[in-house]
């Protein structure tokens, strides 16, 4: 195969799908691939901008490439995914010579036990694991003030159109910045309350926060049991959508995925429909949306509006009573279940006998300061000091709360009564509901405000309806193609 053939490959803004066209007419191979990613990476990720967005190359990457072309050559691509580079956060297990460490240098030298079954899914499915992306230490459930993307292994990630200027938002910053950046093809994010969702809308990304149980949480350190959830962060809807389902699956090892037994796709991509806006009817809480936007993002969320308005949507503004704008954005559940989570990991998946419990992190800060502790651990502190046991009643009474608002009050009540396919926020005014109800939502581009800083809008709705949000966010997406790639 001759050099020139790769002359016509074009890396940045590569999709899934012309990825895998060019694979399949020999335009490139799955090693030559991992290698143009590698020498980007290489380019800019610590030097250039130095984004900061990797934060480990997986050793083996090269070798798996290669395999994967062979097994091309000789039986045909597995599907979709077969010998395309996929970045993963670092609070997902790989069980390699990679570490998984949620950016905290007490797990520094942690190897996991084995896989997350995510990411036996995607080695199933033929994906090539390129690396480990940096993130916002602990998920960002460290402390309080902590800057978004910085953690004490990794530093701080910056955000590919304005590396240092702009808030590259947590805590799936690295995955969020270097798909931005075109580091690989698409990444795994990891989200509690907008950690997939904002770093997408800030990147200028689609980013999917799946049902809780739709995608199993077996192998990634843990914030919370009730809101946990992996997803896919990438550059077009119809990638979002392939990621999606080969991600899907009922795991033994995580209960919630049994909810989803008879709901979960493994293709989503039977749902990118161009016209599923026209006759939809989405809502709006317009004011309590627009509160702390700036004039030139409010115009944009005013064009998102007026385009979906054009594809045929009809859009349903909410009186300033509904549930959806009583959110109170307290997080006493997350205090709770962080410690018996992170507990619970360390002891099943580590192979650090001087760290077994949150109690081992705190005190490996304590005596690295200088390392560790730039800005503290006050959310480890608070949450060493419950029982672990989620016995409190404070604990049941706020988790109680939190369903009944935010589902049978809240989103269930608001798409019934309005007769709603979804609701519709700018990304970071709407994540914290779907989020404490473990429901899903998309952020899709929606334009750039006049400083030049990306801008998403979120849409949202019921248990399971990843399929709808797809494919409204799919239609909004090919009706604005809003996405321009940073200039790096």
């Known amino acids: 195969m001759s ?29 030559k691939l991992v290698t143009l990613y590698i020498e ?87 994906a ?6 940096n993130l916002t230490e602990w998920a960002n459930f460290m402390t309080e003030n902590m800057p978004n993307g910085f953690s004490s292994r990794g530093g701080q990630v910056l955000n590919p159109y304005g590396p240092g200027k702009f808030d590259v938002s947590g805590s799936s910053s690295g995955s969020g910045s270097a798909v931005a950046g075109n580091f690989a093809a698409a990444a795994i994010g990891t989200e ?115 385009a979906m308005k054009e594809k045929g949507a009809e859009m349903v503004f909410l009186n300033s009573a509904t549930p959806l704008e009583q959110e109170d954005g307290g997080f006493d559940v997350l205090l709770y279940e962080f410690k018996s989570g992170v507990n619970s990991y360390l002891k ?15 005190e490996y800060n304590s005596k690295h300061p200088g390392e560790c502790l730039k800005y503290g651990q006050v959310l480890l502190e608070q949450s060493e000091n419950t029982s672990g046991t989620l016995t409190e009643s404070s604990y049941l009474n706020s988790r109680l709360n939190d369903l009944q608002k935010t589902r049978e009050d809240g989103i269930d009540k608001t798409l019934k009564e309005f007769q709603l396919d979804a609701i519709l926020y700018p990304t970071d005014a709407g994540y914290g509901f779907p989020a404490k109800a473990g429901y899903p939502s998309i952020s899709v581009p929606a334009g750039y405000d006049e400083e030049g800083k990306p801008f998403g809008i979120l849409l949202t709705a019921g248990a399971f309806s990843e399929p709808k949000l797809i494919a409204l966010a799919y239609s909004f997406e090919q009706a604005t193609k809003h996405r321009v790639p940073p200039k790096l």
Do not use: C, W
Not at 103 to 122: C, F, H, M, N, P
Not at 222 to 250: F, N
Not at 348 to 362: A, F
């Open 3 to 31: 050099v020139t053939k790769f002359n016509t490959f074009q890396l940045e803004e590569a999709t899934i799908s012309y990825i895998q066209d060019a694979l399949e007419k020999e335009e490139i191979t799955s090693l």
């Open 40 to 126: 980007r990476i290489s380019k800019y990720n610590h030097n250039g901008p130095k984004l900061n967005a990797v934060i480990e190359i997986n050793p083996d990457a090269v070798n798996i490439a290669e395999a994967l072309d062979e097994e091309r050559r000789h039986k045909g691509a597995r599907g979709p995914l077969h010998g395309i580079p996929v970045l993963i956060k670092d609070n997902i297990n790989t069980g390699d010579a990679m570490h998984t460490s949620a950016g905290s240098l007490a797990l520094s030298e942690s190897y996991a036990d084995q896989d997350a079954y995510i990411v036996t899914k995607l080695r199933e499915a033929g």
């Open 128 to 133: 090539i694991i390129l690396g480990k992306t």
């Open 192 to 306: 509690t309350s907008g950690s997939i969702t904002s770093p997408a809308a800030a990147n200028s990304l689609v980013g999917i926060k799946p049902t809780v149980g739709l995608v199993s949480r077996f192998g990634i350190i843990p914030i919370s049991v009730s809101q946990d959830t992996a997803g896919p962060m990438t550059r077009t809807v119809a990638d979002a959508a392939i990621l999606l389902g080969a991600l899907t699956g009922l795991d033994h090892n995580d209960a919630a995925t049994a909810k989803a037994a008879h709901s979960g796709k493994t293709d989503y991509t039977v749902y990118l429909r161009e016209h599923a806006l026209n006759g939809a009817r989405i809502g709006i809480s317009y004011e309590y949306s627009i509160r702390e936007l700036s004039p030139s993002q409010k115009d944009l969320f005013d064009q998102a509006i007026a």
């Open 348 to 362: 099943r998946h580590t192979r650090l006998p001087s760290i077994t419990s949150l109690e081992d992190v705190i």
